[in-house]
């Protein structure tokens, strides 16, 4: 296990989010066209363009003050309740992004095993350390 390296299942998703964050085009896509990656960095890409686009959707803005989803003052079956719930799940899902994208900028240590020299052995006590 010494040599496991760090894996993120959502890296080509998370280069098209942080791509559109930067503002740069879809056309900008770095993967061959009909690749399962060009479609994950594509989602990722309009992702940031659809949370930038409902900021000013109601229940992402009561995501943002901390209401619940049971919050939504809208009747179930409506299409506002849907567009209220859509926008608060946008921004609970952004959230999550951004712990995950933050993680991976620390070079999070979460999935690799920690080097030998800081790993945690109990060693026996030499003769001169008993003396």
């Known amino acids: 296990m010494a040599g496991m390296t760090s894996f993120n299942p959502h890296k080509e998703e998370d280069e098209g989010y942080l791509a559109a964050e930067a503002g740069r085009g879809a056309s900008e896509n770095p993967y061959p066209r009909g690749t399962i990656r060009y479609e994950q960095w594509r989602a990722g890409w309009q992702t940031k363009r659809n949370e930038t686009q ?34 608060w799940q946008i921004k609970q899902d952004e959230a999550e992004r951004t712990l995950r994208l933050a993680e991976t900028h620390r070079g999070s240590d979460r999935f690799r095993p920690a080097p030998e020299s800081e790993a945690q052995i109990p060693r026996s006590r030499t003769s001169d350390e008993e003396n």
């Open 54 to 87: 409902n900021r000013t959707n109601e229940g992402y803005v009561a995501a943002v003050a901390g209401q619940s989803l049971s919050a939504n003052p809208h009747p179930r079956g409506t299409i506002r309740y849907e567009e209220w719930r859509v926008g």
